[in-house]
């Protein structure tokens, strides 16, 4: 009984698999959204301020960042949950692929969290005068929680404390 446990525990983990195709879904929604940004840029590139200008191009910059964490999450996920990617000979293989575990996952996951929240706030930032201080006030504290996570999670796991 516990060896027929064992392995239904162990194969369940192919379940996941779908969930990590069903993240590609959502790369090609930011794909659409991407373009999107770029057709509204160069369609108004010659009437558009140049604020405008910088916010747009972040917010392609954010839509980058997070199609990025999504690959990364999507691969590195399936290698470390479900099964090793077998990627051919003549196919250009990720540097990353098959050495992120998941505690460098996390940490890689936490830091892209604070790159698009920054990339976020920097918005806000640009468009100061359209936002209440209040607002930004939230948008601050939200951002430097991001960032004491991200700091305490590397912290944790350092060397420091694993002794």
């Keep these: 009984m516990e ?10 983990r192919w379940l996941l698999a779908p969930i990590y195709l069903g ?30 200008v910088i916010l747009l191009v972040l917010s392609l910059i954010d839509i980058a960042m997070v199609g990025g964490l999504l690959v990364m999450v999507m691969m590195s996920g399936y290698e470390n949950f479900v099964s090793a990617l077998r990627v051919d ?14 505690s460098s996952l996390k940490a890689k996951i936490a830091a892209s969290i604070v790159a698009i929240s920054s ?8 468009n100061l005068e359209h936002i209440a201080n209040d607002k930004l006030q939230w948008y601050v504290i939200i951002h430097m929680t991001f960032v004491l996570s991200a700091f305490l999670m590397s912290l944790g796991d350092s060397k420091f404390f694993k002794n």
């Design 23 to 52: 993240l590609s879904l959502a790369v090609i929604a930011l794909c659409f959204l991407f373009f999107r940004e770029v057709y509204h840029l160069l369609a108004h590139i010659l009437t558009i301020k140049e604020a405008d």
């Design 89 to 102: 000979d003549d196919e250009e293989k990720l540097a990353w692929l098959g050495k992120m575990d998941s």
């Design 119 to 126: 990339i976020h706030l920097l918005k806000m930032f640009m």
């Design 3 to 12: 060896n027929l446990i064992e392995k239904l525990l162990y194969r369940s």
